[in-house]
């Protein structure tokens, strides 16, 4: 177990935290804002989805080789944004439940890739390979930076620009912040908007970065994941960073152990375990056990003025 | 319009307006949507095995909608019924295996008993986490899937797999634990179509629900908290034990449909077995209104949807048998976007209501337009 | 400055404003009264955008303005001190001041230059507060002086104050009128939304009188009385005595030793109180809102969890520390809630599963195979006699409770609970937002059950209510019992001046 803690290690885990990040950054918008977002995982999906048929058409099609990956990254950035735009509007719009749209979108999108990569590419739910050299860029140091630049920007934004402030005081008290003279479903419509791009870029990262095509459910609940990394995090940008890191460690030992490692007894070790783990830290801090986790006042509340 | 004509004409609405949505996707694709239709929902009235599976598909979407619907009834939304569903399948899996020797007479309750229970108590821990720690039932049920789907793959990768067996999957159940085929009893319908006494259950399940909730003083108490927790403290009822039991409840009925799955079609606990069926709950009990007969209607139209995207996939060209789940998916947002349909309709009237006002007081339609 | 016009606005069924028309001049102190529900808050928030009125317009210095929404009265000068306080509670003082009207640019949030622009507005005008304070951590008072500085930052010329006086006691409200007088030197527009008259002479300029959603009288301070505010408000004279025989007091049913009830943010809001309560007597508590009395009536009802009390609650000698309001109620001790959509009625059920709520579990209500069911003909018989004995309108068993008037919900409530003869009756706020024929009637209910031997302790806002109600009265200031008076003697100064100063 000593060389557990290898350099490959800690590389798949950057690796594999990255989509989490991304996805749970943007639903820290998206809820400090009071909108919940269980649809991150849809979201994700969307984006995955996209960003690997954009990439595989611009390659082959259009043949811009290199530069295909980050159309196609564009691609389901705006996807993201085009799922978030649906879920926006129902939500903020029509003060639909937000649990129950979340879930809505969360079964569409289940479809929708399957459905579309029927009709495009005659497959039951997959896009075609794409090249390897064709590819968002792996190095771990360059994610690495590039997600500790990003966590750092969402920090400020949060907590020392004007924005940050009225996204903060819309989920606390959004009856507050509309006598402010702050509007509230904008800030709840630029929050959930971003969330979208944010998940929308995660998801793209998993399929055209940690992997080379898109598959059928390839997300497998990490827009879940991402929700309980924010949970976990306590809706704040650095802890959710963490929180992120420390689940894609997880997720990265269970893939490292997977039939190399053998229990004393001679039996594999199961990995079952580890994968929960996410999942029992999340409803453990969520009691309270750890620190307790108190979500924005108005998590999950539509805004309504006259009643 | 009387109540009953207002209850059926939104989700009738809402159906409508997917259907729409949908086809114009399907034209997108570059097919027909009535053909892609008449093979969704045609194969659905064949008899017998058209209506045999689309029966049987229902069986396990009236069990979890009546379990979301027990949630919503006392202000909880439990998205957990698909990790209940797996504990309670496994466990009567388990029950199945372990006393496989016992009578029919014993081992049928008993797995029963099983499916009931492990699924009562897989939704009692939302429950009680909610009522001791007040955090919130939808993650924890969330994230109580996650852990549910990977204990019972566990326990059947590690302990009960067939040695060899390259599926996951456990080992067969005891005979004495099977539940009869509809074939059984039917004439003239096979019994090679899995659809058994669990659907029966499941009818049953819906009246008895309505009773629960609507006739006994327990249903009022857990009505009554999902309707104002506060009044509901203030006329001595116990809020905490009204959202452990309703999740307990909850539970139990997702659970049941482990009695589908396990006793009455594979005779094994098999791993990934559920096609969302606890998300599909949601949908049947929103679009059945949160009430028995409505889940009934809802399970039907889903389960026949499910069946027939078999025929899609085989004889349309560009069209999959995912279009049942982008059905599916837009029919909940147009079910929780309710507003969206009276903003339509609103609209309109607003327009008139103004054109009114215009008449007595001109001062105001600046304003208004 | 400000002018509304034929302002009219409905929710639902509910005409709130009926063609209202307002004129307020520049640099004078308006007052708006009139009873709840009158709709003067409706209309002051159509003027800060928070609604938008069905029809009529609103012009600013003359000019007609599309008000919007809260924004847009900002930017016209208008600013608005909502009676239950806008503000963040986990930001900061200069966070909550500074919302909406951010200074620095959109790249960078100054919260230093705004902290000090905040300390020279609390100089000017008397508000002191820290701007870096959280504004959980701040008391009502404070609170409000952040409100207003709020307003004063986005340099409002026009100040609409919703209820400000309801969370003040006297003495506040003194230092309160001082700093309104100040504002209105320095050339501001004050608009006070009240129902207390005693305020509206000591303070205001001018007055226009609101009643049923209409205006129904525009007068000069100068120029009227109390009496005749009064009047105009109510529609008719006042009447302010409620007849009843002398009290036949019997033996004590409610005692409470050394209470303490502690709010689920840790702070005391009952203070080690002691009082008793014997059969046949009204025991009134007066005060200022929110000095206690919710959380005492809370925690005598049951609805406080053991942990959060201290002291001792006794009722008919058994003690009811850790019994819960189930139990209670089967005690004897009924409660009429101050709030009755929040506690007291299921809005979605129907009248009749309204008039079971407390009863539903146990015969005869609950049937067959031990309780368990409930009995429908049963249901409908209670339902149909609380109907018919309270006067409930429509009187249809089947509509939900949200389909009625405020009155009627009231009577329904009213009407359950003495449908189980209580031996102890606590009641708050019973007329809120009751219209006058059916506040009369609940009076006359409540002696009755007085005059039946039930005990009956009474907490009300309205001073005039309880103190013509009560047998004996106790004040009640910041928790602590500061005194009790005969009702039949003392004097409303007397009673005043114990609500502000406490001990």
Redesign the interface.
């Known amino acids: 177990m000593k060389d557990i803690l290898t350099f490959s290690l800690i590389a798949s885990t950057i690796r594999l935290a990255t989509p989490l990040v991304l996805a749970a950054l943007g639903g820290l918008f998206s809820e400090r804002s009071g909108v919940i977002n269980i649809a991150l995982e849809g979201k994700m999906l969307a984006g995955a989805f996209t960003a690997a048929a954009v990439t595989h058409a611009v390659d082959t099609r259009l043949g811009m080789g290199n530069a295909s990956p980050w159309i196609g990254l564009l691609a389901g950035m705006i996807a993201g944004l085009f799922i978030a735009a649906i879920y926006a509007v129902t939500c903020i719009k029509f003060k639909a439940d937000q649990v129950v749209s979340g879930a809505a979108i969360n079964i569409l999108m289940l479809g929708i890739p399957g459905f579309l990569s029927g009709a495009f590419f005659l497959s039951s739910g997959s896009t075609p390979q794409i090249p390897k050299d064709h590819l968002l860029p792996q190095s771990p140091v360059v994610i690495a930076i590039s997600i500790v630049a990003l966590v750092l920007v969402i920090w400020y934004v949060i907590y020392k620009t004007p924005f940050g402030l009225r996204l903060r005081s819309v989920g606390e008290n959004p009856e507050a912040a509309d006598a402010a003279g702050v509007s509230v479903s904008k800030i709840r419509y630029s929050g959930v908007l971003i969330a979208g791009l944010l998940a929308g870029m995660g998801g793209a990262y998993l399929s055209i970065g940690q992997s080379s095509l898109f598959t059928r459910n390839m997300t497998a609940g990490r827009g879940f994941i991402a929700l309980a990394a924010l949970i976990f995090g306590k809706w704040r940008p650095l802890q959710t960073l963490l929180a992120c890191l420390l689940f894609g460690f997880t997720e990265a030992v269970s893939i490292q152990m997977q039939g190399v490692y053998k229990l004393p007894s001679g039996d594999d070790i199961p990995v079952q375990f580890i994968q929960m783990v996410p999942y029992v830290l999340t409803i453990v801090v969520l009691a309270g056990f750890i620190g307790a986790s108190r979500p924005p006042r108005a998590l999950g509340i539509p805004y309504e003025k006259e009643k | 319009m009387p109540k009953l004509a207002r209850d059926l004409l939104f989700p009738l609405i809402a159906v409508v307006a997917a259907f729409i949505v949908g086809g114009i996707?399907i034209l997108l694709?570059?097919?027909n949507p009535i053909e892609a239709y008449r093979l969704l929902l045609g194969s659905a009235v064949s008899w017998p095995d058209g209506i045999g599976y689309t029966l049987f598909h229902a069986t396990p979407l009236i069990f979890t909608g009546l379990a979301v619907l027990v949630g919503f009834r006392c202000g909880l939304?439990n998205?957990g019924a698909e990790g209940q569903l797996y504990i309670a399948a496994f466990a009567t899996a388990w029950v199945g295996i372990t006393f496989a020797n016992l009578s029919s007479w014993l081992l049928i309750p008993f797995c029963f008993a099983a499916a009931i229970l492990s699924g009562a108590f897989w939704g009692a821990i939302p429950g009680v986490?909610k009522a001791?720690?007040g955090?919130?039932e939808?993650?924890?049920t969330?994230?109580?899937n996650?852990?549910a789907v990977?204990?019972v793959?566990?326990f059947t990768?590690?302990h009960y797999k067939v040695p060899g067996d390259p599926i996951l999957q456990t080992a067969p159940i005891g005979a004495g634990a099977h539940i009869a085929r509809l074939g059984k009893f039917v004439p003239g319908f096979p019994e090679r179509i899995p659809l058994n006494v669990a659907f029966l259950l499941a009818l049953l399940c819906c009246l008895l629900v309505y009773v629960f909730l609507w006739?006994?003083?327990?249903g009022?108490?857990i009505?009554?908290t999902g309707?104002?927790p506060?009044?509901?403290?203030?006329?001595?009822?116990?809020i905490r034990k009204q959202i452990v039991l309703a999740m307990a409840v909850s539970g139990a009925l997702a659970g049941m449909v482990g009695i589908n799955e396990v006793l009455g079609y594979r005779y094994r606990y098999y791993d990934g077995f559920s096609d969302?069926y606890g998300?599909?709950g949601?949908?049947v009990a929103?679009l059945g209104r949160n009430h028995p007969v409505g889940v009934i209607l809802a399970a039907l139209l889903f389960a026949a949807l499910q069946h027939g995207g078999i025929y899609v996939d085989g004889f349309s060209e560009?069209?999959?048998?995912?279009?049942?789940?982008?059905?599916?998916?837009?029919i909940?947002?147009f079910?929780?976007?309710?507003?969206?349909f009276k903003?339509l309709v609103g609209r309109r009237q607003r327009v008139i209501g103004t054109q009114h006002?215009n008449l007595e007081?001109p001062?105001?339609v600046s304003?208004?337009i | 400055m400000l002018e509304l016009r034929q302002i009219t606005k409905r929710f639902g069924d509910v005409l709130a404003n009926d063609q209202v028309d307002i004129v307020v001049k520049p640099g004078t102190i308006h007052a708006i009264v009139g009873e709840n529900g009158a709709g003067k808050s409706t209309a002051m928030r159509i003027a800060y955008g928070f609604y938008t009125a069905d029809s009529g317009e609103i012009l600013v210095d003359g000019q007609v303005r599309d008000i919007r929404s809260p924004h847009d009265a900002i930017a016209l000068g208008i600013g608005m001190v909502h009676q239950h306080f806008m503000l963040v509670e986990t930001m900061t003082v200069a966070e909550n001041i500074v919302l909406g009207a951010e200074p620095g640019s959109t790249l960078a949030l100054d919260l230093k230059s705004a902290a000090s622009q905040i300390r020279q507005l609390s100089e000017e005008f008397k508000l002191a507060v820290n701007p870096n304070e959280p504004v959980e951590h701040l008391s009502v008072g404070q609170q409000q002086r952040v409100e207003l500085l709020k307003a004063l930052y986005r340099h409002a010329r026009l100040l609409i104050l919703d209820e400000p006086t309801a969370v003040l006691t006297p003495l506040e409200v003194e230092e309160f009128f001082a700093i309104l007088r100040r504002m209105r030197e320095q050339g501001k527009t004050v608009i006070i939304i009240t129902h207390k008259l005693s305020e509206v002479l000591a303070i205001s300029d001018e007055v226009t009188v609101m009643r049923d959603g209409k205006v129904v009288g525009r007068v000069q301070t100068k120029e009227t009385n109390a009496a005749e505010l009064a009047r105009l408000m109510v529609g008719r004279e006042v009447l302010l005595r409620v007849e009843k025989p002398d009290a036949e007091v019997g033996r004590p049913e409610l005692e409470v030793r050394n209470l303490s009830v502690t709010d689920i943010f840790g702070t005391k809001r009952v203070n080690d109180v002691s009082f008793e309560v014997r059969s046949g007597e009204i025991v009134g508590i007066a005060g200022v809102e929110g000095n206690g009395q919710t959380e005492l009536i809370e925690a005598l009802a049951g609805l406080v969890e053991p942990a959060r009390i201290t002291g001792e609650i006794n009722f008919e000698g058994k003690n009811l520390n850790a019994l819960g309001a189930r139990v209670r109620r089967e005690l004897g001790i009924a409660h009429i809630p101050e709030d009755r959509h929040r506690r007291g009625l299921l809005l979605d059920f129907s009248l009749a599963e309204n008039a079971i709520l407390g009863v539903h579990y146990r015969p005869p209500i609950a049937a067959m195979a031990g309780s368990i069911f409930l009995d429908d003909n049963a249901v409908q018989r209670r339902a149909s006699e609380i109907i018919q004995r309270f006067d409930v309108r429509p009187p249809n068993a089947a509509l939900p409770a949200r389909a009625l008037s405020g009155g009627n919900q009231q009577k329904l409530i009213i009407g359950r609970e003495y449908h189980v003869d209580p031996k102890l009756l606590l009641v708050s706020q019973p007329t809120r937002g009751v219209d006058i024929g059916a506040i009369e009637f609940i009076h006359r209910q409540l002696v009755s059950l007085r005059d039946n031997g039930c005990a009956i302790l009474l907490v009300s806002a309205e001073l005039e209510e309880v103190t013509s109600l009560s047998d004996r009265l106790l004040i009640i200031h910041n928790g602590l019992i500061a005194g009790e008076v005969d009702p039949k003697v003392a004097t409303l100064e007397e009673i005043g001046l114990l609500m502000t100063r406490g001990h």
């Not at chain 2, 006739?215 to 327990?218: E, L």
């Not at chain 2, 506060?230 to 116990?238: L, P, Q």
């Not at chain 2, 079910?335 to 969206?340: C, I, N, S, Y």
Request: charged share 15%; glycine share 6%; aromatic share 16%.
């Open positions: 996707l694709v570059g097919d939304f998205i986490l001791r720690f955090s919130h939808v993650i924890n969330i994230m109580l996650f852990i990977a204990l793959s566990y990768q590690y006739r006994t003083k327990w009022y108490e009505r009554a309707s104002n506060f009044a509901a403290e203030y006329g001595g009822i116990s969302n998300f599909t949601i949908a929103l560009h069209v999959t048998k995912d279009i049942v789940q982008v059905l599916q998916g837009i909940i947002l079910v929780a976007a309710e507003a969206f903003w006002v007081n001062v105001i304003k208004e």
